[in-house]
């Protein structure tokens, strides 16, 4: 019996592997789509991960520091370490930038900490964690920093003196981490033209600066005040103690916000990454209906082509099922070669990509799945126009 699939394969082979390595650049696409998603999550994880935190005190009513700005007084931290049930405390503070690199602008989370503290990175690739209060920098890999380079950050110059992998913000800019007093300079206190002009508008006006106030004086302790803030404490619980205890404690008597690692992970998986996912989903239906009609139409045509053939089968007294079964083991053959070869492409392009791609094992099970269903979806049309061949064209013909 003629296998329809087997004398493509053995007449038309280039043809044929070739429509499905064509078919597999979409399913490469498909799998990129998941893995993308799945990046983006593995993203906001990664943040909450290697910060060493368990517990996030913000300003009251944000959700700081990552989903909403948040500011909280930097001295806080004595009397969040005086809690029970808190082992260390961390101030840390948050800003993106561009800095820039080699002739080119690398965007960055700016990531003010103390040493030892939560909220420094877990573990270097490459020389060694910040030790001095001022101008040392520890960047991680994607920012394509090297131990020993010297950046430029607004007011100062820094010296990178380690780096770290895998400590990316929820948006997947890679973190540089500078000395928290460094951090705080560079987020909060105004340049030199700010405050003159500040000056000004107080002598100006009596409005702002009536008989008997600060004045000048009050703007310049202003500025100096805004040094003195951080965008949240991170706080490491002590063994055996209740991360969600002790998060209530803080919210009760602190008047503070305060959320805990799986509080932190739905913030940023669930509600920042919420609209890309829905619009991902989006990329993915449709790139499955795009598929099904692809295959349809190569199956349709590689049918319309075997007319003859399939006459004669029908001549000889093939059945209808028979006839089936071959359109259908065609299109199943031409689904496997576009996911093998889809699968193998979305592999080598993925480290190419601006942000994390993480394609999962489990992912490219249910695209094989998907795969083989849409493509017997897809044959339905193929075996609708063999069925419908005369036997009489054999002869015809």
């Keep these: ?26 399913i490469a696409l498909t799998l990129s789509m998941a893995g993308i998603y799945r990046g983006l999550v593995d993203d906001g994880k990664a943040i909450i991960d290697n910060s060493g935190a368990d517990i996030w005190v913000v300003q009251q009513g944000t959700l700081g520091p990552y989903a909403e700005p948040s500011a909280l007084h930097d001295d806080i ?24 690199s080699a002739g080119k602008d690398v965007r960055v989370m700016v990531t003010g900490i103390e040493p030892n503290a939560p909220g420094t990175p877990l573990y270097l690739v490459s020389g060694r964690p910040i030790i001095r209060g001022h101008y040392e920098a520890v960047a991680d890999v994607k920012t394509g920093f090297k131990t020993g380079d010297r950046i430029r950050l607004r007011h100062n110059e820094y010296t990178v003196v380690g780096t770290t992998r895998r400590m990316v913000s929820s948006g997947g800019d890679p973190m ?10 560079e987020q909060f206190v105004r340049d030199a033209d700010a405050v003159v002009t500040d000056r000004l508008r107080l002598a100006q006006n009596p409005r702002l600066n009536p008989p008997g106030s600060p004045g000048i004086l009050g703007a310049v302790e202003e500025n100096q005040v805004s040094s003195h803030s951080v965008n949240a404490v991170l706080l490491r619980v002590a ?20 959320y805990t690692k799986e509080e932190m992970t739905d913030i940023l998986v669930v509600k920042m990454i919420a609209v890309s996912a829905r619009q991902i989903f989006m990329f993915l239906v449709i790139l499955t209906l795009v598929s099904t ?20 089968l029908k001549l000889v007294g093939a059945s209808s099922r028979t006839i089936a079964s071959m359109i259908l083991q065609e299109a199943l053959g031409l689904g496997l070669i576009g996911f093998m070869f889809g699968k193998v492409v979305a592999t080598v392009w993925a480290p190419y990509f601006p942000k994390y791609v993480l394609l999962l094992p489990q992912d490219s099970l249910r695209g094989i799945v998907i795969t083989m269903i849409v493509s017997a979806l897809a ?5 609708r126009a063999a069925l419908q061949v005369d036997p009489s064209e054999a002869i015809g013909g």
Excluded: C
Excluded at 239 to 258: F, M, S
Excluded at 298 to 308: A, V
């Design 176 to 185: 540089l981490f500078i000395p928290l007093r460094d951090s705080q300079e």
């Design 293 to 312: 009609a692809i295959i349809a139409f190569i199956i349709y045509t590689l049918t319309i082509g075997k007319i003859r053939e399939i006459a004669v």
């Design 77 to 100: 931290y004595r009397s969040l370490r005086a809690l029970p049930g808190v082992a260390d405390t961390g101030n840390v503070t948050y800003q993106t930038m561009q800095v820039r």
């Design 239 to 258: 063994k055996g103690a209740d991360p969600n205890a002790v998060a209530e404690t803080v919210k009760r008597w602190k008047r503070l916000g305060a």
């Design 379 to 383: 044959s339905l049309l193929g075996i």
């Design 1 to 26: 019996m003629i296998n329809l699939a087997g004398r493509d394969i053995r007449h038309h082979g280039s043809r044929y592997i070739f429509t499905g390595m064509g078919l597999g650049l979409l």
